[in-house]
């Protein structure tokens, strides 16, 4: 008799469901009154309210913390990568002298590239800075001084490799121009014992004596202390990078030449192993003629 007592018939099991879900004597809805589902729902929402208002604030004091001017971290950059023009994904510059359209590629690259050095326009957005020392233009304090004025590097000091003397850049004559740039990094100050850094190329051993001989535009191959330092794109917005070209004057034709570029800079770490292109650039120059 006392198990059938326990064992609930179907109907009575139900009849318990629906009044857990809705208790009419005790107007309780899942065992809860209305009231103390509200207080549920108030403190879940105030909960949530405070979550997310604690978010903001720290967002925003992180924020504030960020300059928009400088990177907060940039340390994969200490030393700084090299990089020519024109390029392709390889580092490959390879032509045949009596094919055209082989080298019109290279012209076309370096005409778009070096566009925006057109003397005009230069002297429209630069200025004409004094050479042979740093421009710097601090803030001071609290105040800004943004945006700062950057130096004209004109298109006429690449001289032979500057597509106006030679608007084939020497690709036809077999003697032709390679640009290298520095890449930018926010507050260098490269220098050689205080005066201007410096590119130099060689071949690499096997090739020393096929690479013939070499010009720098600008003289020397130096990147001029004026460009330096570099204060960013937001603060600095009409930087124009500093160029150095080589033209090789008496390259072995018919040959892969193995080149190697470094920016000549005492105050600049050597570049680890593990960063090829730290500080300098290696490309393979190939010239077919018949
Ligand atoms: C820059 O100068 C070159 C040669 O003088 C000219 O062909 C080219 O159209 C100029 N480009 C711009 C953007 O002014
Ligand atoms: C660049 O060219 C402009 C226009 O010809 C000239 O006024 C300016 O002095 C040149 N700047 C430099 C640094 O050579
Ligand atoms: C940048 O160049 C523009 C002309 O294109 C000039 O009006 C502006 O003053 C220059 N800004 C700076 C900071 O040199
Ligand atoms: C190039 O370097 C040589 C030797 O270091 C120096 O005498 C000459 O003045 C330099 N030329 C320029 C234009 O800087
Ligand atoms: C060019 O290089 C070749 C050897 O590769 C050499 O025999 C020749 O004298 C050089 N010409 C000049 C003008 O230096």
Known sequence: MAKDKDRKTCGELFGECKEFLWNPRTHEFLGRTA????????????????????FILTMYIML???????????DRLA??????????????????????????LYVQALNKFLAPYNDSHQAETNDNCVSNRYFIQED?????????RSCQFNRTMLDECSGITDRYYGYRDRQPCILIKFNRVIGLLPGINGQSPYVSCAAKKEDSDKIGELVYFPPNGTF??????????????????PLVAVKFMNITSN??????????ANNIGPGSERDKFAGRVS????INTN
């Not at 040959?255 to 000549?264: G, L, R, S, V």
């Not at 490309?283 to 190939?286: A, E, I, N, S, Y």
Request: hydrophobic share 35%; aromatic share 16%; net charge neutral.
């Open 35 to 54: 009231s103390s589902w509200g207080l549920i729902l108030l403190f879940y929402l105030a909960f949530y309210i405070f979550l997310a208002g604690l």
């Open 64 to 74: 504030q913390t960020l300059d928009d001017y400088k990177p907060t971290y940039q």
């Open 79 to 104: 030393t700084p990568g090299m990089m020519i023009r024109p390029h392709s994904d390889s580092l490959e510059i390879v032509y045949s002298v009596e094919k055209t359209e082989s080298w019109d």
């Open 140 to 148: 001071s304090g609290e105040v800004r001084n943004n945006p700062k």
């Open 224 to 241: 001029n202390l004026m460009y330096y330092p570099y204060y960013g794109k937001k603060a600095q917005v009409n930087y124009s990078q």
């Open 255 to 264: 040959a892969d030449i193995n080149i190697e570029c470094k920016i000549n």
């Open 283 to 286: 490309f393979k120059l190939r």
